[in-house]
């Protein structure tokens, strides 16, 4: 919300791209900018730290300009991989499995099963 908030204001003094196509051009390269401080690394370095910062409000800034309230959208995203999660629990539990010896392919078995609900 305040990286919402910061870039409204900024948008109220006319500080902002004209097009979302800009802003996606922005997002595309603050996710190159991150992925280059992150690879190879083994831990994350402060100036990678930064550049997921810079992607993350990039991002909110695009779903501004194409109208997704990020707090919203990632609420529903929460709530979506919780109620998968607790199928995949669930239903490998009803198997006689249990998921800390699972392999993550039989993981994503149930997963893809959750998805379908």
């Given at each position: 919300?305040?990286?919402m908030?910061?870039q409204?204001?900024?948008?109220g003094?006319?500080f902002?791209?004209e097009?979302?196509?800009?802003v996606w051009?922005?997002?595309?390269?603050?996710m190159?900018e991150?992925?280059?401080?992150?690879?190879?690394a083994?831990?994350?370095?402060?100036?990678?730290k930064g550049?997921?910062?810079?992607?993350l409000?990039s991002?909110v800034n695009?779903?501004?300009f194409v109208?997704?309230?990020?707090e919203?959208?990632?609420?529903?995203?929460n709530?979506?991989?919780?109620k998968?999660?607790?199928?995949l629990?669930?239903?490998?539990?009803?198997?006689?499995?249990?998921?800390s010896a699972?392999?993550l392919?039989?993981?994503?078995e149930?997963?893809?099963?959750a998805?379908k609900?």
């Open positions: 919300m305040k990286a908030r910061i409204e204001k900024a948008r003094i006319g902002d791209w097009k979302k196509e800009q051009e922005k997002v595309s390269e603050e190159n991150f992925k280059e401080e992150i690879d190879g083994t831990k994350a370095s402060e100036a990678a550049e997921f910062g810079d992607l409000f991002l695009y779903a501004r109208d997704i309230d990020p919203e959208a990632l609420e529903r995203t709530k979506k991989f919780i998968r999660f607790q199928y629990e669930t239903e490998s539990k009803k198997d006689g499995k249990e998921i699972m392999t392919a039989e993981m994503d149930y997963w893809e099963g998805k609900l």
